[in-house]
């Protein structure tokens, strides 16, 4: 990629102060895993090669939400004009209930689609949830292709490292520094087992993680997200983590990505462990349980959503937003305009649909999925 169209994500970096990176020191080495940072900035690269280029969506599970259908109404009562798609997460007023998903960073193209995706963001006046910053922690150089906020003043941003990473070494430093050094309004941490599981040198030791969790989240001044990456969040793992103090919960179901099926076509270009690739927990169960036992916590719907008609039914069964990614990369790559085109469908799609059930407002559409 030529350094001009590492330009095009447009705009110069902000010159504000960052913190100070927390570099490891002898006894802090651990943190690290296994992966030395030029290894891991190869696998993010591979991994947009990957989802741009192979089949890594499941083929024998949906999203689940053909299983529910919105009730049509031919006299909604509603002007579709005055369909307020407005809602607010985590104390920022967006203009749709959508979050533009968690995709990449680290490298020069990782750096273009997150600015491109944030420009976006910020027209469209919704959020925007930024990949993993592992890399950022530990190869400092990286922190500038997750820097977005110069382009995206005003949107909601959030953060993203692994779980894994506590159980590693990773502490309070590196959560703050993961926020204030991008400016992010709040941060999601990310358990996907299943990934790391099927990853040559992924990190498997969740021993002890929601101790963990319970003893870092609460002292956190922002609000942190606990998300899947598109095997689902089951509602036994939420009642475990409810003590812990989140503020949020993506359910990130089956249906969509699998990340599985990523990691393997990552490592060998092959399916190695076909039925690991298979597995999770459809986005519309997932979502259903997840509302069940935490009916007071925003919940964000993500996995396989691909229509404003299943956004409208996720609404429906519980979620205050939905989330998309892969479909996003292409247009990210493509400039701004590609994904605020994309995005503006799908929003469009979603207003009709709350029109065409007679609701008026995100709020109203609750409980109207049969």
């Known amino acids: 990629m030529s350094e001009a169209d590492d330009r095009a994500g447009g705009g110069r970096m902000g010159t504000g102060t960052t913190p100070a990176v927390p570099h490891a020191t002898s006894a802090d080495k651990r943190m690290i895993g296994d992966d030395p940072p030029d290894v891991i900035a190869h696998r993010k690269l591979r ?77 469209l006046g919704v959020g925007l949830m930024l990949g993993s910053q592992r890399i950022m922690i530990e190869q400092p150089d990286a922190v500038a292709t997750f820097q977005v906020r110069d382009v995206a003043p005003d949107a909601l941003v ?38 790391e599981a099927v990853q040559p040198t992924g990190n498997t030791d969740f021993a002890g993680l929601v101790a963990r969790l319970a003893e870092l989240v609460p002292d956190l001044p922002f609000p942190v997200v606990l998300k899947e990456v598109g095997h689902g969040l089951a509602a036994d793992v939420i009642r475990r983590v409810a003590h812990v103090g989140f503020a949020g919960l993506d359910v990130a179901g089956a249906g969509g990505t699998s990340w599985s099926k990523v990691e393997q076509l990552t490592a ?3 399916i190695t462990y076909p039925h690991l690739a298979e597995w999770g927990i459809p986005t519309a169960e997932a979502l259903v349980a997840a509302r069940a036992v935490a009916p007071h916590t925003p919940i964000v719907a993500s996995g396989g959503i691909r229509t404003g008609v299943e956004a409208a039914k996720a609404l429906a069964l519980g979620a205050d937003v939905v989330a998309v990614a892969r479909p996003l990369l292409e247009p990210a790559i493509t400039s701004p305009d590609a994904v605020v085109a994309w995005v503006e469908r799908f929003v469009e799609e979603l207003r009709i649909a709350l029109f065409c059930t007679g609701s008026a407002t995100v709020a109203e559409v609750r409980g109207r999925c049969i």
């Open 47 to 123: 991994h947009v090669d990957v989802c741009l280029t192979m089949d890594v969506g499941y083929t024998t599970l949906t999203n689940g939400f053909e299983r529910h259908r919105l009730p049509y109404t031919a006299l909604p009562e509603v002007d579709l004009r005055a369909v307020d798609l407005s809602t607010e997460l985590f104390g920022k007023r967006l203009r749709a209930p959508f979050l533009i998903g968690a995709m990449t960073g680290g490298s020069r193209l990782a750096r273009l689609v997150n600015r491109n995706l944030a420009i976006a963001a910020q027209h």
């Open 158 to 195: 959030l953060g993203n490292l692994g779980v894994a990473q506590l159980g590693l070494g990773y502490g309070r430093r590196e959560l703050l520094y993961a926020v204030e050094a991008i400016e992010a309004d709040g941060l999601a941490i990310h358990a996907n087992p299943l990934q």
């Open 268 to 270: 060998t270009g092959e």
